[in-house]
């Protein structure tokens, strides 16, 4: 075996390692946080103020074997009459090479109080459970390599010695707040907050608490847009929409920054995530990526594409992420079921 074999083998299992480890320690992200509301803030469940159905996947470092598959379904309705949103979601997010998979059942509820003609504020609930699932054969470990590459022996780890599948099964609990105008908003959430343990051997590993901090403001581009959005109405937007959010998990943290700009039928965006101030071990900053969007927005539908140009140490040589996100609001059934005209929509872009 060549040297230069040997060094991309090794690469493969730093990757692997390093990806597994981040897979158990934090939950999926998505880049387009603001198209899978639920995942975001169990507080956004029926913040439409009408039936939302969303999916979403993402394919995390495609170029590489370590890659992540997430897929997100979710569903979720208003009811004016108790103020109250219901929601549910569904996740799957799956690190191919490792087999490692991870399935997320949620409910969620968000109740909904209105301060003033101008100020609403939300908070919301949700109870999951949780299955994950790896199976060991297959994989390769660290102490099976030296310098002459694979040594083609039986690893000592002790998850090499289990060659079936290994199931994990638990409850999570999250939680979340909003406040908003029609404008412009202010969330918080936190997502596990029991701290499940996620050892498949038995030692003690809790997940850690995952906590979001987001907002953002919405900028009416014409007479149209800034009356629509006051008074909940549907009408072409033209807007511009300066967005963030804060994730911080265990050691690890990012910040999302960036700008939507609504023409419907169009949407278009640029995002960086990142903390480049900041950094994990000496000259390893924390950058990230470079995110560009491009949507469909007409009446209840939104569709958007987006891509991750990796600029962190790992390079473009990982393909970025693919993301692709579908959401479809249905209009009320019956005009008595209206919502009043002093509830507010949540005026978070779709995409």
Same mark, same amino acid.
């Given at each position: 075996?060549?040297?230069?074999? $040997?060094?991309?083998?090794?690469?493969?299992?730093?990757?692997?390692?390093?990806?597994?480890?981040?897979?158990?320690?934090?939950?999926?992200?998505? %880049?387009?946080?603001?198209?899978?509301?639920?995942?975001?803030?169990?507080?956004?469940?029926?913040?439409?103020?009408?039936? /939302?159905?969303?999916?979403?996947?993402?394919?995390?470092?495609?170029?590489?074997?370590?890659?992540?598959?997430?897929?997100?379904?979710?569903?979720?309705?208003?009811?004016?009459?108790?103020?109250?949103?219901?929601? #549910?979601?569904?996740?799957?997010?799956?690190?191919?090479?490792?087999?490692?998979?991870?399935?997320?059942?949620?409910?969620?509820?968000?109740?909904?109080?209105?301060?003033?003609?101008?100020?609403?504020?939300?908070?919301?609930?949700?109870?999951?459970?949780?299955? /994950?699932?790896?199976?060991?054969?297959?994989?390769?470990?660290?102490?099976? #390599?030296?310098?002459?590459?694979?040594?083609?022996?039986?690893?000592?780890?002790? *998850?090499?010695?289990?060659?079936?599948?290994?199931?994990?099964?638990?409850?999570?609990?999250?939680?979340?707040?909003?406040?908003?105008? %029609?404008? %412009?908003?202010?969330?918080?959430?936190?997502?596990?907050?029991?701290?499940?343990?996620?050892?498949?051997?038995?030692?003690?590993?809790?997940?850690?608490?995952? #906590? %979001?901090?987001?907002?953002?403001?919405?900028?009416?581009?014409?007479?149209?847009?800034?009356?629509? *959005?006051?008074?909940?109405?549907?009408?072409?937007?033209?807007?511009?929409?300066?967005?963030?959010?804060?994730?911080?998990?265990?050691?690890?943290?990012?910040?999302?920054?960036?700008?939507?700009?609504?023409?419907?039928?169009?949407?278009?965006?640029?995002?960086?995530?990142?903390?480049?101030?900041?950094?994990?071990?000496?000259?390893?900053?924390?950058?990230?990526? *470079?995110?560009?969007?491009?949507?469909?927005?007409?009446?209840?539908?939104?569709?958007?594409?987006?891509?991750?140009?990796?600029?962190?140490?790992?390079?473009?040589?990982?393909?970025?992420?693919?993301?692709?996100?579908?959401?479809?609001?249905?209009?009320?059934?019956?005009? /008595?079921?209206?919502?009043?005209?002093?509830?507010?929509? *949540?005026?978070?872009?779709? $995409?």
């Amino acid at each position: 075996m060549d040297k230069s074999t $040997f060094m991309r083998k090794i690469s493969t299992v730093f990757l692997i390692v390093f990806g597994n480890v981040l897979a158990w320690a934090q939950d999926p992200q998505f %880049s387009q946080f603001y198209a899978n509301p639920l995942y975001l803030n169990p507080a956004m469940a029926g913040g439409a103020l009408a039936t /939302r159905v969303t999916a979403n996947y993402r394919h995390q470092w495609p170029a590489l074997d370590a890659n992540f598959i997430t897929y997100s379904a979710s569903v979720d309705t208003y009811f004016p009459r108790i103020n109250s949103g219901l929601g #549910f979601i569904v996740s799957r997010d799956q690190q191919v090479f490792a087999r490692f998979n991870s399935i997320d059942v949620g409910a969620q509820y968000a109740y909904q109080l209105q301060l003033s003609r101008r100020v609403a504020v939300r908070a919301g609930i949700q109870f999951s459970y949780v299955n /994950r699932s790896i199976n060991y054969f297959g994989l390769t470990f660290g102490d099976q #390599f030296d310098n002459r590459g694979f040594l083609n022996i039986q690893s000592i780890d002790e *998850l090499a010695r289990n060659p079936n599948p290994a199931a994990l099964n638990y409850m999570n609990v999250s939680a979340g707040g909003m406040i908003y105008t %029609s404008r %412009s908003w202010l969330g918080i959430s936190a997502h596990n907050l029991n701290r499940p343990n996620q050892s498949f051997v038995g030692t003690a590993s809790p997940l850690p608490t995952r #906590f %979001s901090v987001h907002g953002g403001v919405k900028i009416p581009l014409d007479d149209n847009t800034r009356y629509g *959005l006051a008074e909940s109405k549907t009408a072409p937007e033209r807007s511009i929409t300066p967005a963030f959010q804060y994730r911080a998990q265990g050691r690890f943290d990012q910040f999302d920054v960036g700008m939507y700009l609504t023409y419907e039928p169009v949407v278009l965006g640029l995002w960086y995530r990142g903390l480049p101030i900041k950094q994990y071990e000496r000259g390893i900053y924390n950058n990230d990526a *470079l995110i560009f969007l491009a949507g469909f927005k007409q009446g209840g539908l939104s569709i958007g594409y987006s891509y991750d140009l990796t600029v962190s140490n790992l390079g473009t040589s990982t393909g970025g992420a693919h993301e692709v996100s579908v959401s479809y609001e249905f209009p009320p059934a019956r005009p /008595r079921k209206r919502v009043p005209r002093n509830i507010k929509q *949540l005026p978070c872009p779709k $995409f």
